[in-house]
């Protein structure tokens, strides 16, 4: 199995400063049609999850653009830009190159 | 509006069953593949199953592997999961998923415990 594995797992910020999730995979990430299959999630507290990133750098519709994605083979980087009040959360890597598919264990971030 | 609803969760005893069902609403469903996703209380999320468009192919974790089973049913634009055999730390809740997690469901909570 693909294991995904994240840093920090908890991520103090200040408002309005950058802030950047690692996520390395024990596998190469790239599908035999050359896309790189890793997604990120969001979890607010008390909420599901939600999608900000697809197919490594893709950014969801409605996704702020302070959001980005980036990396490639087996490391990847979540990139805020400016960090606000509202993203404070839980933010989850996912492969889906690789039967099963998994996550990493999730980076808390916290004002 | 897109709409993923889960049901069917609950207390069950562990060796027990459950069927799990998503409704589905504001897509076409048959377009999509479909999977569930469980978060067991204060922990990360967990990949369960997979099924695509037309149910011709499914994929679980190995943990679950014999005694779970995930179909659909896409002229009721429902995905389902069978689970038998259910252990303690299967307790969690139970997310249904569209098309690589663009879409959640609220999830449903299944306690296993006697």
């Known amino acids: 199995d693909a294991v995904m594995t994240q840093s920090p797992l908890s991520l103090p910020v200040t408002l309005g400063q950058p802030a950047s999730i690692s996520c390395r995979s024990s596998?190469?990430?790239?599908?035999?049609?050359?896309?790189?299959?890793l997604n990120w999630f969001q979890q607010r507290p008390g909420q599901s999850p939600r999608r900000l990133i697809y197919?490594?750098?893709n950014r969801d519709s409605g996704v702020p653009d302070r959001f980005s994605g980036s990396g490639s083979g087996t490391d990847f980087t979540l990139k805020i830009s400016r960090v606000e009040a509202e993203d404070v959360g839980v933010y989850y890597c996912?492969?889906?190159?690789?039967?099963?598919?998994?996550f990493g264990q999730g980076t808390k971030l916290e004002i | 509006e897109v709409q993923l609803v889960e049901s069917g969760g609950g207390l069950v005893q562990p060796g027990g069953s459950l069927r799990l069902s998503c409704a589905a609403s504001?897509?076409?469903?048959?377009?999509?593949?479909m999977g569930w996703v469980r978060q067991a209380p204060g922990k990360g999320l967990e990949w369960v199953a997979h099924?695509?468009?037309?149910?011709?192919?499914?994929y679980y974790v190995d943990s679950v592997k014999g005694r779970f089973t995930i179909s659909r049913d896409n002229a009721q634009k429902s995905l389902h999961l069978k689970i038998n055999s259910l252990r303690v730390e299967e307790t969690a809740v139970y997310y249904c998923?569209?098309?690589?997690?663009?879409?959640w469901g609220q999830g449903t909570l299944v306690t296993v415990s006697s």
């Open positions: 596998q190469s990430l790239v599908y035999s049609d050359g896309n790189t299959y």
């Open positions: 197919n490594l750098s």
């Open positions: 504001g897509f076409t469903f048959s377009s999509f593949w």
């Open positions: 996912m492969q889906h190159t690789h039967w099963p598919h998994t």
């Open positions: 998923e569209s098309d690589g997690g663009r879409q």
């Open positions: 099924i695509n468009k037309d149910g011709s192919a499914v």
